[in-house]
Nanobody
């Protein structure tokens, strides 16, 4: 059974950092793309970042470039999203999702087959 479990969300002050984790089980990450999406209240879900588990290709939403870093540990079947210099506008529920292959950019949520339950990130003073 394919399962993705996110962790690492929480409340942080502006300028702070969080590291999200996405642990995959039930399949090996090889040749899959793992994407991080977020959805703020009243807004559409948007693709924040993605990484190809085998080739290492990465993508970042313009608004997070230079602040967020995506990485993977295939031995642990886990993908991470390091988020630095967080801003109030980064507040959202963050989801990880997976699909085979690379896909179009920016990542489209409907192209991703399996999803985690989401983790809340709140940036507030």
């Amino acid at each position: 059974q394919v399962q993705l479990v996110e962790s690492g969300g929480g409340l942080v002050q502006p300028g702070g950092s969080l590291r999200l984790s996405c642990a995959a089980s039930g399949f090996a990450l090889d040749y899959y793309t793992i994407g991080w999406f977020r959805q703020a209240p009243g807004k559409e879900r948007e693709g924040v970042s993605c990484i190809h588990s085998s080739y290492g290709n990465t993508y970042y939403l313009d608004s997070v470039k230079g602040r967020f870093t995506i990485s993977r540990d295939n031995a642990k079947n886990t993908v991470y999203l390091q988020m630095n210099s967080l801003k109030p506008e980064d507040t959202a529920v963050y989801y990880c999702a997976t699909r085979r292959g690379w896909g179009r950019l920016p990542p489209r949520d409907y192209e991703y087959n399996y999803w985690g339950q989401g983790t809340q990130v709140t940036v507030s003073s």
